[in-house]
């Protein structure tokens, strides 16, 4: 699936005369500068110049796949396939610039500004984060991130392969911020974006904790889409703590999602209670008629025993 994007990206890039560059977030898959090192694959590290440069085992790496001999190019797409399905790290640039340029370009986004003159590292070389920031900047801001890129696609954290930027013209010569300004400066709407995808993140994490035998039966795409409805369910409902939202989402997933209509738990949740362990008692004390109103997720047919977990 990977490897066929790939491939048809260089061969696109090649007919056009432009490059094809492979971005891996060192973070997700660390120790991929060694790999290469070893495969003999050249990189440049976004972390140099930087005062992060110290870090290269999770830096973000830069490969020009046309630098890349093509006898190492089919390993080089079967390394990325490997890892993009285990970990938001990988995207792939189609872009005018030479190397050097675009990664002197992209380390001019390592941080950016946040209202009240504050700032912040942005990893936004993780595919979790990459769309939602692609999604939420102004034109302007869309332009000079994207300097020099036809198209941008990703693995998404679904698993999904999502083009985030297909720009027959794009801009080559972004405007320069004033004298001592980030190149990017969020308002608080997309802070506030990012924040939510992050949210997303801590809950699966902490659900993979808590039922990790059973997650591991559902497909990544369908339950990324199932826990962020789950969440938005719960921060609508005013549960804005992760151990709240984890003892909600259990129970959607226990049923999946049938729980949530019966009227007992619509009850319950017209005055949830604030403190973890008198919300965790009120979930498990609803009645097998709620934790068995829907077979779980990760099963075909409905469950014939309390749903309930130990």
Request: proline share 7%; glycine share 6%; hydrophobic share 40%.
């Given at each position: 699936?990977?490897?066929?994007?790939?491939?048809?990206?260089?061969?696109?890039?090649?007919?056009?005369?432009?490059?094809?560059?492979?971005?891996?977030?060192?973070?997700?898959?660390?120790?991929?500068?060694?790999?290469?090192?070893?495969?003999g694959v050249r990189y440049l590290s976004l972390f140099d110049e930087t005062p992060e440069a110290s870090l290269p085992e999770i830096?973000?790496?830069?490969?020009?796949?046309?630098?890349?001999?093509?006898?190492?190019r089919p390993e080089l797409f079967d390394w990325a396939q490997d890892f993009a399905f285990g970990a938001p790290a990988i995207s792939w640039i189609t872009s005018e610039f030479e190397p050097q340029r675009l990664a002197d370009h992209l380390r001019r986004f390592h941080v950016v500004g946040l209202?009240?003159?504050?700032?912040?590292?942005?990893?936004?070389?993780?595919?979790?984060?990459?769309?939602?920031?692609?999604?939420?900047?102004t034109p302007a801001q869309h332009a000079a991130f994207a300097a020099g890129t036809f198209r941008w696609d990703a693995v998404?954290?679904?698993?999904?392969?999502?083009?985030?930027?297909d720009n027959p013209t794009?801009?080559?010569?972004?405007?320069?911020?004033?004298?001592?300004?980030?190149?990017?400066?969020?308002?608080?709407?997309?802070?506030?974006?990012?924040?939510?995808?992050?949210?997303?993140?801590?809950?699966?994490r902490q659900l993979r904790r808590v039922i990790p035998d059973e997650l591991k039966r559902v497909p990544q795409k369908q339950l990324t889409a199932f826990v962020?409805?789950?969440?938005?369910?719960?921060?609508?409902?005013g549960l804005n703590d992760l151990d709240r939202q984890t003892q909600f989402t259990v129970l959607g997933l226990y049923t999946s999602g049938r729980a949530y209509e019966q009227p007992e738990f619509k009850r319950f949740m017209a005055k949830p209670p604030e403190s973890l362990?008198?919300?965790?008692?009120?979930?498990?004390?609803?009645?097998?008629?709620?934790?068995?109103?829907?077979p779980p997720l990760w099963e075909s047919t409905p469950a014939t025993t309390t749903g309930k977990p130990a």
């Amino acid at each position: 699936m990977v490897v066929d994007a790939l491939q048809r990206a260089l061969a696109s890039a090649t007919d056009d005369e432009r490059r094809l560059y492979l971005v891996i977030d060192g973070a997700q898959a660390e120790g991929s500068n060694t790999i290469l090192d070893r495969k003999g694959v050249r990189y440049l590290s976004l972390f140099d110049e930087t005062p992060e440069a110290s870090l290269p085992e999770i830096a973000p790496l830069l490969v020009s796949v046309h630098d890349v001999p093509p006898s190492l190019r089919p390993e080089l797409f079967d390394w990325a396939q490997d890892f993009a399905f285990g970990a938001p790290a990988i995207s792939w640039i189609t872009s005018e610039f030479e190397p050097q340029r675009l990664a002197d370009h992209l380390r001019r986004f390592h941080v950016v500004g946040l209202s009240e003159g504050q700032s912040m590292l942005l990893r936004w070389y993780d595919t979790r984060i990459l769309p939602i920031l692609l999604g939420c900047l102004t034109p302007a801001q869309h332009a000079a991130f994207a300097a020099g890129t036809f198209r941008w696609d990703a693995v998404d954290r679904s698993g999904a392969i999502v083009t985030l930027v297909d720009n027959p013209t794009p801009t080559a010569k972004p405007e320069m911020p004033r004298f001592g300004a980030r190149q990017l400066t969020l308002d608080d709407r997309q802070y506030a974006l990012l924040v939510d995808a992050s949210a997303l993140d801590g809950l699966l994490r902490q659900l993979r904790r808590v039922i990790p035998d059973e997650l591991k039966r559902v497909p990544q795409k369908q339950l990324t889409a199932f826990v962020n409805h789950c969440l938005e369910m719960a921060l609508a409902a005013g549960l804005n703590d992760l151990d709240r939202q984890t003892q909600f989402t259990v129970l959607g997933l226990y049923t999946s999602g049938r729980a949530y209509e019966q009227p007992e738990f619509k009850r319950f949740m017209a005055k949830p209670p604030e403190s973890l362990d008198d919300f965790y008692k009120g979930i498990q004390a609803l009645s097998d008629d709620v934790w068995n109103a829907g077979p779980p997720l990760w099963e075909s047919t409905p469950a014939t025993t309390t749903g309930k977990p130990a």
